[in-house]
């Protein structure tokens, strides 16, 4: 019986931070899409990776968990450039972009 109800919490727990995860990459994916509009770049795929997962502080100092994604934009429409975001809880830390050429 407590095995059980071990595995359903363990189960349930599995599925609530999955359930959050996903969350977090839709926030991530619309900051990116937003950030390359603004840019004047497309993204490319419509897609983001994950990458990176670690535990850090924020400016007041409480601890989040960080998770960095990976995604791929362009210029001119020619050539590929990479991107990262870092989101920190469900926060945008930063976006950071490839040095890219400026079409003229």
Not at 72 to 77: D, M, N, Q, V, W
């Given at each position: 019986?407590?095995?059980?109800?071990l595995?359903?919490?363990?189960?349930?727990?599995?599925f609530?931070?999955?359930?959050?995860?996903?969350?977090?990459?839709?926030?991530?994916?619309?900051?990116?899409?937003?950030?390359?509009?603004?840019?004047?770049?497309?993204?490319?795929?419509?897609?983001?990776?994950?990458?990176?997962?670690?535990?850090?502080?924020?400016?007041?100092?409480?601890?989040?968990?960080?998770?960095?994604?990976?995604?791929?934009?362009?210029?001119?429409?020619?050539?590929?450039?990479?991107?990262?975001?870092?989101?920190?809880?469900?926060?945008?830390?930063?976006?950071?972009?490839?040095?890219?050429?400026?079409?003229?």
């Amino acid at each position: 019986m407590w095995t059980d109800i071990l595995m359903i919490l363990l189960f349930t727990a599995g599925f609530l931070y999955w359930q959050s995860t996903q969350k977090i990459k839709e926030i991530a994916l619309a900051a990116t899409i937003r950030h390359c509009q603004k840019m004047e770049l497309q993204m490319l795929d419509g897609y983001i990776a994950f990458n990176k997962l670690s535990l850090k502080r924020d400016s007041r100092g409480k601890i989040h968990i960080a998770r960095g994604y990976q995604f791929e934009f362009s210029s001119t429409g020619a050539e590929r450039y990479n991107g990262q975001i870092q989101m920190l809880g469900r926060r945008v830390e930063f976006i950071r972009l490839e040095p890219y050429r400026i079409q003229e």
